[in-house]
């Protein structure tokens, strides 16, 4: 049952904090029945920050040889949007620290987690990519667009685009699936008017 999983996760969380003083992160997978109400059980826990979200590094299969390819394959900027939505839903409405990770690749990527309310966004892929000094190039851009907007610290951007803050709240839930259907646009070819 999803209950006793959960409840496996809350257990071992309790045991953790019981035996170190250090600060306790919990890194979850997106399939959750409801990640607000895990990550709220956590917390009560003593999970100091939950890490969103871990990737699951699915097998491939090899049709000439059919055997199953188990490689590994970076992320992409496109698996950002799941996390900034959670992030975006969750801030100020869970009892601790947020961090996101999947899909954060450039300078827009580090800006967009911030602004969905994350303490902080991690990057691996892009490192593994492009080498040690992405991370230095990526904090430049970040800062340049910082002062083009007018921000002085991180601390004024957090949140700032989370469902709590927007001006069209709806835009995270589901019901605007009609909305984003509505919008779409046929790029040219069969379909388009
Ligand atoms: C080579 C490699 C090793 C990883 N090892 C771990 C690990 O030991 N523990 C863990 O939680 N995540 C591990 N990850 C996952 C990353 O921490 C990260 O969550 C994931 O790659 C998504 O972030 P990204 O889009 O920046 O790559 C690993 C990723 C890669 C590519």
Do not use: C
């Amino acid at each position: 049952m999803g209950s006793e999983v959960e409840g496996m996760y809350v257990r071992l969380v309790e045991a953790v904090k019981e035996s170190v003083t250090i600060p306790v992160a919990v890194k979850l997978n997106p399939y959750f029945s409801s990640i607000p109400n895990i990550i709220h059980q956590l917390a009560e826990a003593g999970a100091d920050g939950v890490v969103l979200f871990n990737r699951f590094y699915e097998p491939d299969f090899d049709l000439e040889t059919e055997t199953v390819i188990p490689n590994l394959q970076y992320s992409t900027s496109e698996e950002l949007r799941l996390r900034l939505r959670w992030v975006a839903i969750l801030y100020k409405q869970v009892q601790t620290s947020l961090a996101i990770t999947g899909g954060v690749h450039t300078a827009a990527d580090v800006i967009k987690s911030l602004l969905a309310g994350a303490d902080v966004a991690m990057m691996a892929s892009a490192v593994l990519k492009h080498g040690i000094g992405h991370v230095a190039s990526t904090l430049a851009e970040v800062q340049t667009w910082m002062e083009h907007h007018g921000y002085a610290n991180m601390g004024q951007m957090q949140g700032r685009m989370s469902q709590r803050m927007v001006h069209n709240p709806t835009a995270f839930e589901r019901a605007n699936y009609v909305q984003v259907l509505q919008s779409y646009k046929p790029e040219g070819g069969e379909g388009s008017n």
